[in-house]
């Protein structure tokens, strides 16, 4: 299994959460200011290979990533929600380095949507 640095998987889970949070009727997504802040962190990352060929070459990978977060008012700073969510995408593998890097982060891409959905879902029940 390996780690990629957390730091660079922010990014595109930061988008994802926008785009899911601002595509739902009734929240704007603000940098600062705003009533509620969600922040969290990417625990993990890891990437491992699933399935080998007869001749023991890797076939397919998962990937899995897992994130804690926290919903806190601003206006007093109580924490509405805190908890941790995870998911994993499985993906071809390629003997080209750039196909494999492309299915890599096109699983990365749909773990965060799928977090970010995920997330969503679990604070609308609370509210």
Not at 6 to 25: M, V, Y
């Amino acid at each position: 299994m390996q780690f990629m640095n957390g730091h660079i998987l922010k990014i595109p889970l930061r988008n994802a959460l926008i785009d899911e949070f601002a595509g739902k009727s009734g929240l704007t997504v603000q940098s600062s200011d705003g009533d509620l802040t969600l922040s969290g962190e990417v625990l993990s990352y890891g990437l491992t290979a699933i399935a080998y060929s007869a001749a023991d070459t890797v076939e397919e990978y998962t990937s899995s990533m897992y994130i804690s977060a926290t919903l806190r008012r601003n206006s007093n700073q109580q924490i509405l929600w805190k908890g941790s969510l995870s998911w994993s995408q499985s993906f071809p593998a390629n003997s080209d380095i750039a196909l494999q890097q492309n299915a890599e982060d096109a699983a990365i891409l749909e773990i965060c949507a799928r977090l970010a959905q995920q997330l969503y879902a679990t604070l609308g029940q609370d509210f």
